[in-house]
């Protein structure tokens, strides 16, 4: 089967072809017939694969919970872009944002200094990103918090990280199976273990 085809494009679809220098951060939003949450690292396009069953659940059960926990200052979003910098434009799995940052539904991305957590899940194509080269460019653009979900026998695992200012760099905060209960950024108590639960 051909990429195309792969992604439910004709036979005949031209892959894009990068610029001298490679993409920038506001071609994601001009080029046609992108797969769906394609993201931008070091001005290269990255394509996802598709999605477990235990991505999904576990992006619903922090996207909804984080719903009804956080202040009324802040907002949660699923699978949104951050314009980190000219080159760089990755979309976490979940993001907690502030509010006021919200520009109406045509938006299509928030910037880093809007963004309060980043939450990646770990797929199989994405480990390496997920553990280092994300982490990395998002303590650099400054977002103060970061959590890497990956799977322990079904449930998730949560390494949550804490910005280290002085160094812009993340400082690890815990391991959390089971629960995750956390005081900052703001009070978070979530039920790791309902990650299949419908409600």
């Given at each position: ?123 199989e194509d994405s480990v390496a990103r997920d553990r280092e080269v994300k982490p990395r460019k998002y303590a650099e653009a400054g977002i103060p918090h970061y959590w890497r979900v990956e799977e322990e026998q079904g449930l998730p695992v949560v390494y949550v990280y804490e910005l280290d200012s002085v160094t812009r760099s993340y400082i690890p905060n815990g391991v959390y199976r ?22």
């Amino acid at each position: 089967m051909s990429a195309a085809r792969e992604y439910g494009l004709d036979e005949d679809y031209e892959w894009p072809r990068p610029p001298a220098g490679g993409w920038t951060a506001d071609d994601l939003d001009r080029l046609p017939n992108l797969p769906p949450h394609t993201e931008l690292i070091d001005g290269s396009l990255v394509f996802v694969s598709p999605q477990t069953n235990f991505h999904s659940r576990a992006i619903r059960l922090l996207d909804n919970t984080l719903l009804d926990q956080v202040p009324d200052e802040l907002d949660v979003i699923r699978e949104m872009t951050i314009k980190l910098n000219k080159r760089n434009r990755p979309e976490p799995d979940v993001l907690v944002f502030r509010a006021d940052a919200d520009a109406g539904p045509k938006q299509t991305w928030y910037r880093p200094e809007d963004v309060v957590i980043a939450v990646e899940v770990v797929s199989e194509d994405s480990v390496a990103r997920d553990r280092e080269v994300k982490p990395r460019k998002y303590a650099e653009a400054g977002i103060p918090h970061y959590w890497r979900v990956e799977e322990e026998q079904g449930l998730p695992v949560v390494y949550v990280y804490e910005l280290d200012s002085v160094t812009r760099s993340y400082i690890p905060n815990g391991v959390y199976r089971n629960r995750l209960k956390l005081a900052v950024p703001f009070d978070i108590d979530i039920d790791l273990t309902a990650v299949n639960r419908r409600r």
